[in-house]
C-alpha cells in the first residue's frame, strides 16, 4: 500500500520565481492538505482540496495556489518567492469520509525541502 | 498567546525511562487530538488519534486527554533511542476543520 509521495524532495529557487510542487495521496484517500513547516516549528495549514476544489484555507497569501486532479493527486504552486518562503512543504492525505463517518486521521509524505536564495 | 503550546524542549532521557510529552491548548472547542512523530527532515508519523476526552493506549504509547484542563500528554513506556524524534501534537474543532499543530518538543532517548 504506497503510502503519501511527493515530488521533488528538494528545490532551490531565487527570489521572484516561481515553483510547482507535487503530491500523490495514500491509496484509497480522496482529501488532500498541504502544510508548510519551518524550522523548529510546527506544521501551518495552508489549504486542503476535496473533489477537486478548494475546501479550507489558512491564513496564506494568494501567491499560494493549489490544484487536486480527478486521480486525487493533488499540486502547490507558489508565485513571486520570497526568502521566507524556505521551509518543508508538507502534503498530507485523508478520507474525508468513512462509512458515512468522518475519518480524521491525517497522513503524511515526506515533503519537499524548498530553499529559496 | 498562541492556540497550541508545548515545551520545545530538548527532553533528554536514559534508554528505558518513561516519558511524558504535553500540549497546553487555549480554543475549549477542540476536540479531535492526534500525537505525531517526526524525525529529522521526514514527514510527521500519526502515533495517535483520541476524540474527545478520556486514555487511549497502543502499545508503549498512552495517549491522555483532559478537556476540563486544556492538556493532552503523551507517555512512552521504556523509551528507546529509536524514539528519539520531535514529537508534534495536533488538535481541531470539528469533522472536516483543519489541524492546529503545536510546535513540537525534541525528545533524544540515551543508550
Known amino acids: 500500500d504506497a503510502g503519501v509521495t511527493q515530488s521533488p524532495t528538494h528545490l532551490i529557487k531565487t527570489r521572484g520565481q516561481q515553483v510547482t510542487l507535487r503530491c500523490s495521496p495514500k491509496?484509497?484517500?480522496?482529501?488532500v492538505s498541504w502544510y508548510q513547516q519551518a524550522l523548529g516549528q510546527g506544521p501551518q495549514f495552508i489549504f486542503q482540496y476535496y473533489e477537486e476544489e478548494e475546501r479550507q484555507r489558512g491564513n496564506f497569501p494568494d501567491r499560494f495556489s493549489g490544484h487536486q486532479f480527478p486521480n486525487y493527486s493533488s499540486e502547490l504552486n507558489v508565485n513571486a518567492l520570497l526568502l521566507g518562503d524556505s521551509a518543508l512543504y508538507l502534503c498530507?492525505?485523508?478520507?474525508?469520509?468513512?462509512?458515512?463517518?468522518?475519518?480524521?486521521?491525517?497522513?503524511f509524505g515526506s515533503g519537499t525541502q524548498l530553499s529559496v536564495l | 498567546q498562541k492556540e497550541v503550546e508545548q515545551d520545545p524542549g530538548p527532553l533528554s532521557v536514559p534508554e528505558g525511562a518513561i516519558v511524558s510529552l504535553n500540549c497546553t491548548y487555549s480554543?475549549?472547542?477542540?476536540?479531535?487530538f492526534m500525537w505525531y512523530r517526526q524525525y529529522s527532515r521526514k514527514g510527521p508519523e500519526l502515533l495517535m488519534y483520541?476524540?474527545?476526552?478520556g486514555n487511549k493506549e497502543d502499545g508503549r504509547f498512552t495517549a491522555q486527554v483532559d478537556k476540563s484542563s486544556k492538556y493532552i500528554s503523551l507517555f512512552i513506556r521504556d523509551s528507546q533511542p529509536s524514539d528519539s524524534a520531535t514529537y508534534l501534537c495536533?488538535?481541531?474543532?470539528?469533522?472536516?476543520?483543519?489541524?492546529?499543530f503545536g510546535p513540537g518538543t525534541r525528545l533524544s532517548v540515551l543508550p
Open positions: 495536533a488538535m481541531k474543532r470539528g469533522a472536516g476543520q483543519n489541524f492546529v
Open positions: 491509496s484509497g484517500h480522496d482529501t
Open positions: 483520541t476524540y474527545s476526552s
Open positions: 480554543n475549549s472547542a477542540f476536540q479531535y
Open positions: 498530507a492525505s485523508s478520507l474525508l469520509f468513512s462509512l458515512g463517518q468522518p475519518n480524521e486521521k491525517l497522513f
